[in-house]
């Protein structure tokens, strides 16, 4: 899927001076907001069309986002991506040099914990000019290598949240299969007065 990109940013490429950062949110039960550059990095909450940058003038926005500089953030994996929906796996290290990860990790059940990961593009002037959405998804499991001090978050995306039993399909005939005794399955599905969510409750 190509992605379009703003004006300051085709800019900057183009005078190759450039640089990436990555914004990492892990929504732990106290959420944690970190990135890689070397110092915290606030996302204003209005976009300013007509500049073509984040519109960080005072008074122009209510509130902002802060990422906290961190060198805890160790290593984001590469990810693919393709034509078909499926379910894609990444993962995040982290320093556990620090006890303030690990303990978030021993002490609560972050199974299911939503993480973002965002990479912004900095210019020569160490403005932000623009982001783009890297990775989206839910803790599946984690690691904690007490050698290396390193916390492996290991993620799937938004997909794996979709849910399905084996076999199974919104038809009547396999409707059937699992419950011979309904013999009106779908018939009142349209008279349904509230909207079915998928995924995640």
């Keep these: 899927m190509p992605r379009g990109l703003s ?11 450039i640089r990436p950062i990555a914004l990492v949110e892990i929504k732990f039960p106290t959420i944690q907001r970190i990135t890689n550059h070397y110092k915290d990095i606030t996302l204003a909450e209005y976009w ?9 003038r005072l008074g122009n926005w209510d509130a902002g986002t802060t990422y906290e500089a961190s060198g805890h953030l160790l290593k984001i994996s590469a990810k693919t991506e393709s034509s078909t929906l499926n379910v894609n796996n990444f993962s995040l290290k982290l320093s556990a040099v620090d006890s303030a990860f690990t303990s978030i990790i021993l002490n609560n059940n972050v199974s299911n914990d939503e993480i973002a990961i965002d990479i912004g593009f900095m210019n020569s002037n160490e403005q932000l000019i623009d982001i783009f959405n890297y990775a989206k998804g839910f803790i599946d499991s984690f690691t904690i290598d007490t050698k290396t001090a390193v916390i492996t978050l290991n993620c799937t995306s938004h997909f794996g949240d979709f849910s399905r039993v084996s076999g199974r399909k919104t038809n009547e005939n396999s409707h059937g299969r699992f419950f011979p005794n309904d013999k009106e399955s779908f018939e009142f599905s349209a008279e349904a007065i509230k909207d079915l969510k998928w995924g995640r409750i």
């Design 7 to 17: 004006t300051a940013l085709q800019n900057e490429i183009a005078n190759q001076s």
């Design 48 to 56: 300013d069309d007509a500049l073509g940058l984040w519109d960080d």
